[in-house]
């Protein structure tokens, strides 16, 4: 429902992310239990900590439909000692006034000195021992999410990661500083600069739309880590599936696109990539994959990070026209952060609506989380809105500076959705959506309360300036 302004001022926010030019793209987890019940039968078992792949040198095993791992590697990690008994083969851990004690072979272990029963006792494979992964997480205080579809357990300790605020920035000309002049004057609240400048070509070659040298030179000056992004738009202005399906889908043309990517960022001095294909044709979904594995074996040894932007979605379908070629479970594990851009839930050629509702942001979350460590997770937020006719013929895309600067002209303010919490303008057959810095606020809340890495903003200088002290606010 609808209702005159709403200020807030008391959450905090905060905007951005990436993915296209300006229009951007449209774009219960199980116990950890499976049908096999043979130790060690499915194999590439991942288990995160915080995000944080834990480092093993005994794989976790699945025995009962229970996962086990090496106690000592584990227990460090969540910050308790571990002591070994040979004479008994038990294991003691300590941590926080809790004491657990486990016996090999045992279905009983000790908590406080009090027995408790064990669905699966633990084991010893290769030298190690190895521990049910849930009862001692959850025992040292942690939550334990099996995800069976990206076959990992998830271990959050409850602690937040810092705060990050990236920027998508986009130059098209030498006359074009809207990004740059928001950059001068906000940049101390921004930590990651994305140069949307690079088109990857279908035969793996890269065109450099605009150099963005002022931007490079500010990031060396004050320490800000930049990266580069890498797009398949084409002449026309949109995302170009078949660019993209003829790169993905030969192997020569990936690796050409990887050793430019890798001479680009050498040269340059960039932090990192960020590949943002979009439009991809949904029978690519595992040469995407592959060309994500390919880049982060090039990139990792040289310590570069690669980082991706990829639809969001609340679910996986792999037929779906847009978003079906991105794999969550399959690209987590890969990319050191990945960027969902959660914008166009009502886009430019739809019925009116909001670019972004809470309810939408919040099932979108939800999933992600499932599919990856949400500490690599960071949410692409709009700096924009559409403009419909209520004629039904398609929108034009509007900032939020416009939308704001309009309403200023008109000596108005705009309704609030109360469903959506997003604000909405209905002027002279019109109706407009957008994203403000009060919409913002309950997205940042949300980033909080799901543990992710921070939020990215489509794009520098179409904010509204209201955001940047929330986000000062929000990183202190």
Sequence with gaps: ??????????????????????????????????????????????????????GVD?????????????????????????????????????????SLRFEVGSSRAWKNGQPVGLDQPPLIVGGRTLVPLRFVGENLGASVQWVGEARSVLVNTGQSPDFSVVGYYVQYNAFDHEAYDTLVQQGDKIDYLVAFQYALEADGSVNTTYDPAEMLQY????GKQALALFHNIGPTGNFDQAVAHSLLSDPAARHRAEENIYAILSTKGYRGVNVDLENLDPQDRDNYTGFLKELQARLHPAGYLVTVSVPAKTHDDPNAPWSGAFDYAAIGPVADQVLIMAYDE?????VPGPVASLGWIRRVMDYASQMMPPRKLVLGIAAYGYDWPTDGSA?????????????????????????????????????????????????????????WAGVAIWRLGFEDPRLWPQLAASKG
């Design 219 to 222: 990031a060396k000056r004050y």
């Design 346 to 350: 009502h886009y430019q050629f739809g």
């Design 1 to 54: 429902m609808l209702h005159r302004t709403r200020a807030l001022g008391l959450l905090l926010a905060f905007s951005l992310l990436a993915a296209g030019v300006f229009l951007p793209a449209r774009g219960v987890v199980a116990e950890d239990s499976t049908n096999g019940s043979t130790i060690g039968a499915p194999v590439g078992i991942a288990v995160f900590v915080d995000g944080e792949r834990l």
């Design 395 to 451: 929108a034009r895309a509007v900032t939020s500076q416009q939308a704001l600067r309009d309403l200023t002209l008109r000596n108005s303010s705009p309704a609030w959705d109360y469903d959506a919490e997003v604000p909405v303008d209905q002027v002279g057959g019109h109706v407009r959506y957008f994203e403000d810095a009060d919409s913002t606020a309950f997205k940042l809340q949300q980033v909080f309360q799901h543990h």
């Design 58 to 98: 005994v794989p976790p095993q699945l025995s009962n439909g229970r996962v086990l791992v090496p106690i000592r590697a584990l227990a460090q990690r969540l910050g308790a000692q571990v002591d070994w008994a040979a004479s008994d083969q038990s294991i003691i851990i300590s941590a926080k006034g809790l």
